[in-house]
């Protein structure tokens, strides 16, 4: 038996007749009789009773009308969450990142996503590390994460979206705050507030400066950007950081950023298990964020994630 074998059953017993569902249908009565019949043949039991203004199940017909229809208004159901998924237009997007980056690389995009699809589930989960990223990915736990871009990962696909360039926090009244930029090589004697430690970005930041010959020295560490930039405000020290989306220009405001331009830029962006594999949902996020960020930043230097058919 077939599913349009069960269908067409369930169409009769609801019309009573055969030659109105062979109408419904567009096909001849002996077709629809056909599928009757098939069914008859599988179940070896007789499933309609003839009479003089059409057709009424049997006992044996009830029972079949009634597990069919309600199997099929089941995987009916089913196949339009399935339509959903591919379409995009449903599901869950599971996506690896903190409050630091929600804040200034996905606000605007999380809002722009979530009017374009209503019924999507964002998740959002903190990780502690790329490298506990990289295992949620692996084992599918996560859809999506956000990452400072580093070497390969086996087994990882990495996307830059921007380039964030560095800057030097401090206090309106720091003694560097009037400078339009700072040399690298003059915080070399310069204790500062450490990025977070054993972090991709800490680490970015110390091949930067090797490739200059320079080393800073620090004397405090925070666990996450926003902190740095907390803590320089209220003059607790300096900060080397990258120059987050949505904060104030340089010069301006109680926190002063003065870029440092000689140090190399700190490309952050996506991090998946394979593209090709992720949901129209998953994917129709990463593009949303990407959209905003390039769209606010300019060219990052590298390719552009794939867009999603159309």
């Not at 979530?114 to 998740?123: A, F, G, K, M, Q």
């Not at 870029?259 to 998953?282: E, M």
């Not at 949303?288 to 994630?305: D, K, N």
């Amino acid at each position: 038996m077939t599913l349009d074998d069960l269908r067409v059953f369930v169409a009769v017993c609801r019309a009573g007749s055969l030659s109105a569902v062979a109408r419904e249908l567009d096909c001849t009565q002996s077709a629809v009789s056909q599928h009757v019949k098939r069914l008859e043949r599988e179940t070896g039991v007789a499933l309609l009773e003839r009479q003089s203004r059409g057709v009424v199940p049997t006992g044996a017909g009830r029972v079949l009308e009634a597990a069919a229809a309600e199997g099929l208004s089941g995987l009916d159901l089913a196949l339009r969450q399935l339509r959903d998924l591919v379409e995009g237009a449903s599901g869950q997007v599971r996506v690896a990142t903190g409050a630091t980056t929600v804040r200034h690389f996905m606000s605007d995009a999380v809002v722009e996503f979530r009017r374009r699809h209503p019924h999507v589930n964002l998740e959002f989960r903190t990780v502690s590390s790329g490298r506990g990223s990289f295992d949620a990915l692996t084992d599918g736990v996560l859809d999506l994460a956000w990452i400072t871009l580093g070497p390969p990962v086996r087994g990882i696909e990495q996307r830059a979206v921007v380039e964030l360039p560095w800057v030097l926090a401090v206090r309106a009244d720091d003694a560097l705050a009037d400078r339009t930029s700072v040399d690298p090589h003059e915080l070399a004697g310069v204790r500062l507030i450490r990025l977070p430690p054993n972090s991709a970005s800490a680490a970015q930041l110390d091949a930067a400066c090797a490739e200059l010959g320079v080393r800073f020295g620090y004397d405090t560490s925070v666990a996450d950007w926003d902190t740095a930039l907390l803590l320089a405000e209220l003059g607790v020290g300096r900060a080397v950081i990258p120059a987050l989306p949505g904060l104030a220009v340089p010069g301006e405001g109680a926190l002063r950023l003065i870029p440092v331009p000689l140090l190399r830029p700190l490309p952050v962006g996506w991090a998946v298990r394979r593209w090709d594999a992720l949901s129209p949902a998953a994917r129709a996020f990463a593009d949303t964020v990407v959209e905003h960020r390039q769209g606010l930043s300019g060219r990052t230097g590298s390719p552009p994630l794939p867009r999603s058919p159309a």
